[in-house]
């Protein structure tokens, strides 16, 4: 006597799907959100170190270093496009990506799953830290656009802060775990980016070349 199947439909949790199922805008999107975080965020990261190195040879050469990059040419439009919108769109469809996804390290605690989550977390934190950081300096106190000389001391008394020490910790941590999760190719299925501008970036996010 034949038995009758009957088929169920799977019932799917909602979440970010993969990129090489991308549809509409969602797939250039997710795109522009990881390139935004190779090249103008990038850039600005390598840059931000080159500059912030002068600090070492003294107060005299970091006020220079400062007065250069203030006097440059279109100064403004270049951090408007080159730095803020970038970080902004990269940022908040970064903290988008993480509401939407799903963690997994319960169900299958494999050393991938908690780097992605890991990665995902700390690029929230650092997300934190990027708001604070550039309002602290940009914003408070004496403005460094129009007085280059006070900067050296600005941000020497932020590394009097202990929140300020783990917090750049907390960088060096997650440089770690992304540096090896992009090594080991642990990443999980859908490859998404991280979640915070300034991290992803640090990361470089190779991944997007390998996916499509």
Request: with cysteine.
């Amino acid at each position: 006597m034949a038995s009758s199947v009957q088929s169920v439909p799977s019932k799917i949790k909602p979440g970010v799907a993969p990129l090489r199922a991308g549809v509409g805008t969602s797939f250039l999107l997710r795109r522009l959100h990881s390139l935004s975080g190779v090249i103008p965020i990038g850039l600005f990261l390598l840059e931000h170190f080159i500059s912030n190195a002068e600090a070492f040879k003294g107060p005299a050469a970091y006020t220079r270093q400062v007065e250069f990059l203030n006097g440059l040419p279109f100064v403004i439009v270049l951090e408007l496009f080159g730095i803020w919108l970038p970080i902004l769109y990269h940022g908040l469809y970064g903290v988008y990506i993480w509401y939407r996804g799903e963690s997994n390290t319960i169900d299958y605690p494999w050393t991938g799953n908690w780097l992605y989550a890991a990665q995902r977390w700390t690029g929230i934190v650092s997300l934190i830290y990027i708001a604070q950081h550039t309002y602290h300096l940009r914003f408070t106190g004496v403005h460094l656009p129009t007085h280059p000389a006070a900067a050296f001391a600005k941000v020497q008394g932020e590394f009097q802060n202990p929140w300020m020490i783990a917090f750049y910790g907390h960088h060096g941590i997650f440089l770690t775990v992304c540096g090896y999760s992009q090594r080991s190719g642990a990443l999980p299925q859908a490859r998404l980016p991280a979640a915070a501008s300034g991290t992803s970036a640090s990361c470089w996010r190779l991944d997007w070349w390998r996916s499509g």
